[in-house]
T-cell receptor
Framework: DAKTTQPPSMDCAEGRAANLPCNHSTISGNEYVYWYRQIHSQGPQYIIH???NNETNEMASLIITEDRKSSTLILPHATLRDTAVYYC?????????????FGQGTILTVHP | GAVVSQHPSRVICKSGTSVKIECRSL??????MFWYRQFPKQSLMLMATSNEGSKATYEQGVEKDKFLINHASLTLSTLTVTSAHPEDSSFYIC????????????FGSGTRLTVV
């Protein structure tokens, strides 16, 4: 699986948009970009994933660059409960479920 | 959909005893289960991959005789930490891939193991 690079930490004011970047310059054509988050002492929670088109769901938006070498997770209106470690992972997904390899992620702190 | 139930959430055991952690897929069939370990302030590290009806595959450096994995059915995978020692104290998490809504992978809520 391709490796990802994320900033170790970011801060965001409550109510503002949180934009979390991820670099995945070695991503393969069949690899998806997945975002998970982990709140302290809990299992990771799925947020969103995409292949090449931008995606939006009730939690977040995912913007993938045209060359697919980087992406940005956007939490449009961050709340204190969004404070967590956010992991960007690339994986083939689909019908060939390889193992997910976690990097260090980004610690997002949302402050009042 | 695609829920994995993990038990227990917390366990404290004495050094030298064994502890079993269960992960059940509640509304789908988990043919594969990934087991992770997470030490404080570190990321998740994959320990092993279990497939229903076959032997688990362990990552390099993980002792298969110490971390016994059983995946006898499509809805249950277990991890047994045998002869636990304080250095085995960690947060253990299971994860199963699925095809519900193309979410990919769902995770258990984790088990905090403390060996005293």
């Amino acid at each position: 699986d391709a490796k990802t690079t994320q900033p170790p930490s970011m801060d965001c004011a409550e109510g503002r948009a949180a934009n979390l970047p991820c670099n995945h310059s070695t991503i393969s054509g069949n690899e998806y970009v997945y975002w998970y988050r982990q709140i302290h002492s809990q299992g990771p929670q799925y947020i969103i994933h995409g292949l090449k088109n931008n995606e939006t769901n009730e939690m977040a938006s995912l913007i993938i660059t045209e060359d697919r070498k980087s992406s940005t997770l956007i939490l449009p209106h961050a709340t204190l409960r969004d404070t967590a470690v956010y992991y960007c992972i690339v994986n083939a997904g689909g019908t060939s479920y390889g193992k997910l390899t976690f990097g260090q992620g980004t610690i997002l702190t949302v402050h009042p | 959909g695609a829920v994995v139930s993990q038990h227990p959430s917390r366990v404290i055991c004495k050094s030298g005893t064994s502890v079993k952690i269960e992960c059940r897929s509640l509304d789908f069939q988990a043919t594969t289960m990934f087991w992770y370990r997470q030490f404080p302030k570190q990321s998740l590290m994959l320990m092993a991959t279990s497939n229903e009806g076959s032997k688990a595959t362990y990552e390099q450096g993980v002792e298969k005789d110490k971390f016994l994995i059983n995946h006898a059915s499509l809805t249950l995978s277990t991890l047994t930490v045998t002869s636990a020692h304080p250095e085995d104290s960690s947060f253990y998490i299971c994860s199963a891939p699925h095809d519900r809504g193309n979410y990919g992978y769902t995770f258990g809520s984790g088990t905090r193991l403390t060996v005293v």
